[in-house]
T-cell receptor, first 113, second 114 residues
Framework: DSGVTQTPKHLITATGQRVTLRCSPRSGDLSVYWYQQSLDQGLQFLIQYYNGEERAKGNILERFSAQQFPDLHSELNLSSLELGDSALYFC????????????FGPGTRLLVL | AQSVTQLGSHVSVSEGALVLLRCNYSSSVPPYLFWYVQYPNQGLQLLLKYTSAATLVKGINGFEAEFKKSETSFHLTKPSAHMSDAAEYFCAADTQGGSEKLVFGKGTKLTVNP
């Protein structure tokens, strides 16, 4: 158990809809990262937050947004969903003293029909 | 841009045989390097990491990896495969010295045959 929790585990929705994925980092970790895993693109870094502030952005679409709240949990919002957004979305966290390396949550599997 | 290449999307070994999963990185600066394992329907679990200390790194479950700067490689090995090692393995690099913004390889699916 990595200590990172994600909800929901599975999500099925339709094209054009909007969904919110939630992540709670490991206790004490200030950084939260979102990754997308798909068959064709592999694991892609989306965005990082550190203590409530956006720290780094990767291949995140404009239709996607994220935030980190004062209690350090994070939400990833996906809107105007397309079939190609179907993927596994992972949240990960780290601490300053981790010496590198992330702790990953179990992921949310999103299916857009 | 930093990239990580894993040679072989599928590797099959017999139980008890040597496991060798290959990873090469492209960077002018030796990065921090990681191996993660993903079991079916689970998240990624850190196996081991290289952060510019010893070049031979030991991880969990009997795995180890050797950083070779001259070859820009960080191959993962295990002397004797176990059925429970069947999973997908990802190599990752962080060129920003602990920023944890990782670039992942495409993954290698390991099958262990009885």
């Amino acid at each position: 158990d990595s200590g990172v929790t994600q909800t929901p585990k599975h999500l099925i929705t339709a094209t054009g809809q909007r969904v919110t994925l939630r992540c709670s980092p490991r206790s004490g970790d200030l950084s939260v990262y979102w990754y997308q895993q798909s068959l064709d693109q592999g694991l892609q870094f989306l965005i990082q937050y550190y203590n409530g502030e956006e720290r780094a952005k990767g291949n995140i679409l404009e239709r996607f947004s994220a935030q980190q709240f004062p209690d350090l949990h994070s939400e990833l919002n996906l809107s105007s969903l397309e079939l190609g957004d179907s993927a596994l979305y992972f949240c990960a966290s780290s601490s300053r003293d981790s010496g590198g390396g992330l702790s990953f949550g179990p992921g949310t599997r999103l299916l857009v029909l | 841009a930093q990239s990580v290449t894993q040679l072989g999307s599928h590797v099959s070994v017999s139980e008890g045989a040597l496991v060798l999963l290959r990873c090469n990185y492209s960077s002018s600066v030796p990065p921090y390097l990681f191996w993660y394992v993903q079991y079916p329907n689970q998240g990624l679990q850190l196996l081991l990491k290289y952060t510019s200390a010893a070049t031979l790194v030991k991880g969990i479950n009997g795995f180890e990896a050797e950083f070779k700067k001259s070859e820009t490689s960080f191959h993962l090995t295990k002397p004797s495969a176990h059925m429970s090692d069947a999973a997908e393995y990802f190599c990752a690099a962080d060129t920003q010295g602990g920023s944890e913004k990782l670039v992942f390889g495409k993954g290698t699916k390991l099958t262990v045959n009885p």
